[in-house]
């Protein structure tokens, strides 16, 4: 089974420039994640989708991110302009139907290995 | 708020030297604790799902366990491969995963 495929692996690019990534969720998966991670820290949610849905996106900076998942599968994320302080790995993940306890759902994400932004 | 308090930030090891990773948490509602494995560029890699006091998981020479409080990631004779960062997170009434910083774990061959 593939996995969460994610692409550029790598980005660099000098700030105020555009920068879009795009992410492959794992195939029936409904819910995806986009989740912000600075060097030595945990994930930070930045958004979450339900299917088409944007449920959650109370943590993206909206005056210069955007996301999209159209038709409920592939998703982009996007960043303009971009600033020095965006450099991050942004990692996208997702995950089976709404959290549910205990069943045969461990309620797990699936990230995929991340797109590291640099930006000059 | 829900909080997630990883310790120790670094830790080296022997090979051989068994050890426990500390996950201190503060979540309204406890659906779930999650223990993750990362590898230097790359994702985080799923290990335990934790649901209740008192429970434990084993894998390997990987074996979590959960009080009201914390959670305790514990390391039997590690190995060199091994060495990865883990990474701790609750997921409560918010409907959030909310992840702690994580720990280094080096181990030496």
């Known amino acids: 089974e593939a996995g969460v495929v994610q692409s550029p692996r790598y980005k660099i690019i000098e700030k105020k420039q555009p920068v879009a990534f795009w992410c492959n969720p794992i195939?029936?998966?409904?819910?995806l994640y986009w989740y912000l991670q600075n060097l030595g820290q945990g994930p930070e949610l930045l958004i979450r989708?339900?299917?088409?849905?944007?449920?959650?996106d109370s943590q993206l900076p909206k005056d210069r991110f955007s996301a999209e998942r159209l038709k409920g599968v592939d998703s982009t994320l996007k960043i303009q302009p971009a600033e020095l302080g965006d450099s991050a790995v942004y990692l996208c993940?997702?995950?089976?139907?709404?959290?549910?306890?205990?069943?045969?759902?461990?309620?797990?994400?699936?990230f995929g290995e991340g797109s590291r932004l640099t930006v000059l | 708020e829900d909080q997630v308090t990883q310790s120790p930030e670094a830790l080296r090891l022997q090979e051989g030297e068994s050890s426990s990773l500390n996950c201190s948490y503060t979540?309204?509602?406890?659906?779930?604790l999650f223990w993750y494995r990362q590898d230097p560029g790359k994702g985080p890699e799923f290990l335990f799902t934790?649901?209740?006091a008192g429970e434990e998981k084993e894998k390997e020479r990987l074996k979590a366990t959960l009080t009201k409080k914390e959670s305790f990631l514990h390391i039997t004779a590690p190995k060199p491969e091994d060495s990865a960062t883990y990474l701790c997170?609750?997921?409560?009434?918010?409907?959030?995963?909310?992840f702690g910083t994580g720990t280094r774990l080096k181990v030496l061959a």
């Open positions: 934790l649901y209740s």
């Open positions: 195939s029936g998966h409904n819910t």
């Open positions: 979540v309204s509602g406890l659906r779930g």
């Open positions: 997170a609750v997921f409560g009434r918010t409907y959030k995963y909310i």
């Open positions: 989708y339900e299917n088409e849905e944007a449920v959650d």
């Open positions: 993940a997702s995950s089976l139907d709404r959290w549910l306890a205990g069943g045969n759902n461990t309620g797990e994400l699936f």
